[in-house]
């Protein structure tokens, strides 16, 4: 029997790193829960064991039920039905496997029903989903807006809404208007309220993920009068108060099981959660930087799948006579998606890693004051899970639309027909790049850490550590780069000018990805030979020469050279 999870021991080594012991012991505050819960593990090797237990599950789950059923899902698609979003109806077949496994609400505590998994446990039951099915791993995965509703909902509301979704409810975020997509200050939807002080909410939502759930985060604007981002709030919409429809489900390139809806809101009774004005500033943010490391699961899920395809065509697939794998050609492309799979792969979990110290910390400072050695801890880690969300989102989002676009390349021309996925890959990725905030504004979100050195102090903390002899040659080399890199940041500095700034900050996030990519691939075949050596050296080879030429790109740019881009844009509007 196929099992994604046991089939890819890529997956499980990110079980093994030495921060995960710190991780768990404050995710189980030292195994309190362990008298009251029986499911609650006792020790550390307890805790891993259940974590490898609901992994195998859901590893069994997306490979013999969600991936046979992709196909037909990617078909029929949703429709709409008097106000009502339908799912396909092997969508319906998916959701009850994922309840019955008991993939629900699990980040949650235990308290309110939940299994109470580390976010880097819940990335990697992402990414399986995701590989089995993209638009159902949207479905799933929007479970994880319950995270945001703990972290700033009240108790009874946490009471009310949490044990639901672990059973199975759905969720959805509703940011997106018409008017407002990358820019959300934008936002129009207004919440006012009634003399009895009931929240009621009125307007449009575009673009909305699973926009006819059960529960759904609304962003609004709650302050008549204002037009920023200060006069905006978070609201919970329960449909069983009724009041907001769906008018359209979008009809769309990829990700098909997924519905994509326009939703009226109509009177819609809200309940505001956390405080007004807020809603934007904190708590939309933490929800998206929730999200961002959805997506950067689900974009694994896809590098992996594309690579998996690509490969398993290429040893059957002989032309002149040879397997086609055994092309030069053919296996460049075959070793660079699988470099590209591992090197994401680790950034995603090394995120992950540092948003679950912090989210835990937090959560134990709401229970009692933290020492001040655990406030720094947590202040350290939460930049860097902020400096790391916006590489890990953009790149892997970016990975895996290469890696789908080389699976079809290695198809020749079967990889144009619709009876094989590669086609279906390419489709489904294209949207990781765009939702839940394009590369472009990951590379906004990201660029005050590359000026302000944040990236480039750890990128020289990580060259400290020691890595195994094998490694040491590609170690060196990545040194280089890092001059290279600090050379080209200088320089940008230099030239004082904003303009120019912005129009070389993609290459300046492209070559802190790569560098720390490196770096994590490294340590990774540091730690484990046979698993990420190959993907080591194609990695750092490719990054190498990808930093060499953003450098040079840099180094040789004025921003006076700006008049010639602009012309192009001046050109086009006329
Ligand atoms: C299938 C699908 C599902 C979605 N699901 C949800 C959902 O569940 N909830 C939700 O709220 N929204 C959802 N969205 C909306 C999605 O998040 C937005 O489409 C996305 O953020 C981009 O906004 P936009 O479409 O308005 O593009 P625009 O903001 O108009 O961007 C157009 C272009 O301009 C660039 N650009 C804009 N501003 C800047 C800047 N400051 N610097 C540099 N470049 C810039 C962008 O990078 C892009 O290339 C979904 C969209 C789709 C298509």
Redesign the pocket.
């Known amino acids: 029997m196929a099992n994604y999870y046991i089939d890819r021991p890529e997956i499980g080594f990110h079980l093994n790193h030495p921060l995960m012991k710190r991780i768990v012991n404050l995710r189980e505050r030292d195994y309190a829960d362990k008298d009251k819960f029986a499911d609650a593990p006792v020790n550390y090797e307890d805790a891993i064991e259940n974590y490898k237990r609901v992994l195998e599950i859901c590893g069994e789950v997306a490979a013999e039920i969600i991936e046979p059923n992709s196909e037909a899902v990617d078909q029929e698609g949703p429709h709409l039905e008097n106000g009502r979003m339908i799912y396909a109806s092997k969508t319906f077949e998916n959701l009850d496997a994922t309840l019955k496994a008991g993939l629900h609400g699990v980040s949650m505590p235990r308290r309110y029903g939940g299994l109470n998994l580390p976010n880097v446990v819940f990335s990697m039951l992402s990414e399986m989903i995701s590989a089995a099915d993209a638009g159902f791993q ?1 479905i799933w995965s ?1 479970q994880s807006c319950i995270d945001t509703l703990y972290e700033f909902g009240s108790e009874e509301q946490r009471e009310k809404y949490i044990p639901r979704v672990c059973a199975g409810e759905s969720m ?5 208007e018409p008017d ?5 200050q934008r936002v129009m939807l207004k919440a006012t309220q009634d003399a009895d002080g009931t929240w009621r909410m009125n307007g449009v ?7 006819d759930s059960d529960i759904h985060l609304v ?1 609004a604007r709650s302050e008549e009068g204002t037009t920023d981002g200060r006069g905006l709030s978070m609201f919970i919409y329960d449909k069983r108060n009724g009041g907001v429809d769906v008018r359209h489900i ?1 009809n ?1 390139l990829g ?1 098909h099981g ?1 519905p ?1 809806c326009e939703l009226v809101y109509k009177n819609a009774k809200a309940e505001l959660c956390g405080n007004t004005r807020m809603g934007l500033i904190k708590y939309v943010m933490a929800l998206m930087n929730g ?1 961002r490391l959805g997506i950067a699961a689900q974009s694994v899920g896809v590098e992996q799948e594309a690579y998996v395809e690509g490969l398993n065509y290429a040893k059957e697939r002989a032309q002149f006579g040879k397997k086609i794998v055994t092309f030069p050609a053919v296996y460049d492309m075959i070793s660079r998606m699988k470099a590209k799979l591992d090197a994401g792969r680790s950034l995603l979990y090394q995120t992950a890693r540092y948003v679950d110290i912090y989210k835990a910390l937090e959560d134990i400072a709401r229970e009692r004051t933290l020492t001040p050695e655990e406030r720094q801890e947590m202040k350290k880690y939460q930049r860097m899970a902020d400096a790391f969300t916006p590489l890990a989102k953009g790149m892997n989002s970016e990975y895996a639309n290469q890696n789908a676009y080389d699976a079809i390349s290695i198809h020749g021309g079967s990889g144009f027909i619709m009876e094989y996925k590669s086609q279906r890959l390419y489709r489904d990725a294209r ?1 990781f790049s ?8 990951q ?2 979100a990201a660029v005050r850490y590359i000026t302000n050195g944040t990236y480039l102090n750890l990128i020289k903390e990580m060259l400290e550590a020691p890595c195994s002899e094998e490694m040491k040659p590609l170690q060196e080399r990545v040194k280089v780069m890092v001059d290279l890199y600090e050379q080209a940041i200088n320089a940008v500095k230099d030239m004082g000018d904003v303009e120019a700034h ?1 129009f070389l900050a993609r290459r300046l996030y492209d070559m802190t990805a790569e560098i720390i990519m490196s770096l994590l691939i490294i340590d990774d075949a540091s730690r484990a030979h046979e698993l990420f050596s190959k993907s080591a050296n194609v990695y750092v080879r490719m990054a190498e020469a990808n930093v060499k030429a953003h450098n040079a790109y840099i180094m040789a740019f004025d921003p006076a050279d700006l008049v010639s881009f602009r012309a192009i844009e001046q050109t086009a509007e006329e």
Do not use: P
Request: negative net charge; charged residues 20%; proline residues 0%.
């Open positions: 949207n929007l959805s975020m509703d940011l997106t407002a997509g990358s820019d959300l939502k575009r673009f909305i993920t699973n926009g962003l979008e769309k990700i997924s994509t999200a949207i765009i939702y839940e905030g394009t590369t472009q504004l590379v906004v912005d």
